[in-house]
T-cell receptor, first 113, second 117 residues
């Protein structure tokens, strides 16, 4: 059974640019969540999508957005990149019963220069 | 909102020692789930254990065991006979809340475990 796939694995962008990260969940999982991990703030929740609808949103500026497609694949977008957006972005998928836990991908490491 | 405290920033042990990772959480919710995840250097968060808040029976799974005490809001995790491959950062994470739309995981700062041969 394939795991959660995140692409790209590494990314270098310049301040002011925008970036799109992709996440393909485990087959059959309809919920996709995104987390940002930085040395200073740790792991912080960005948003969660379920059946193409945003179900929860963390405390991040509007520059961070996401969407989910009908096949449950999800993308997150960060516009007008800032140096502080450099982080490991992790995607997690879960079944409809979220209590079963979340399976995480290997993440996309974004560096903003 | 939920909050997690993992007071141990880093723990170093020698292989075959037992090690306990502490976790104290705060929540106003009465029914919720608790998780432990492991993050090796590769970066991927690996699911270890799950516990629901209304079942305080402590269990053992292989070399892993946990001690959940709702009265003190603690959810400690023990690795028995540690191995070098156990070296990683370990995260305690409450969430989601049962029967609600709140579904996020709230992570602690993590405890880095270093197991030397």
């Amino acid at each position: 059974k394939a795991g959660v796939t995140q692409t790209p694995r590494y990314l270098i962008k310049t301040r002011g640019q925008q970036v799109t990260l992709s996440c393909s969940p485990i087959s059959g999982h309809r919920s996709v969540s995104w987390y940002q991990q930085t040395p200073g703030q740790g792991l912080q929740f960005l948003f969660e999508y379920f059946s193409e609808t945003q179900r929860n949103k963390g405390n991040f500026p509007g520059r961070f957005s996401g969407r989910q497609f009908s096949n449950s694949r999800s993308e997150m977008n960060v516009s007008t990149l800032e140096l502080g957006d450099s982080a490991l972005y992790l995607c997690a998928s879960s079944q409809s019963d979220r209590a079963r836990g979340y399976t995480f991908g290997s993440g996309t490491r974004l560096t903003v220069v | 909102a939920q909050k997690v405290t993992q007071a141990q920033t880093e723990i170093s042990v020698v292989e075959k020692e037992d090690v306990t990772l502490d976790c104290v959480y705060e929540t106003r919710d009465t029914t919720y789930y608790l998780f432990w995840y492991k993050q090796p250097p590769s970066g991927e968060l690996v699911f270890l254990i799950r516990r629901n808040s209304f079942d305080e029976q402590n269990e053992i799974s292989g070399r892993y065991s946990w001690n959940f005490q709702k009265s003190t809001s603690s959810f400690n995790f023990t690795i028995t006979a540690s191995q070098v491959v156990d070296s990683a950062v370990y995260f305690c994470a409450p969430g989601p809340v049962m029967n609600s739309g709140y579904s996020t995981l709230t992570f602690g700062k993590g405890t880095m475990l270093l197991v030397s041969p």
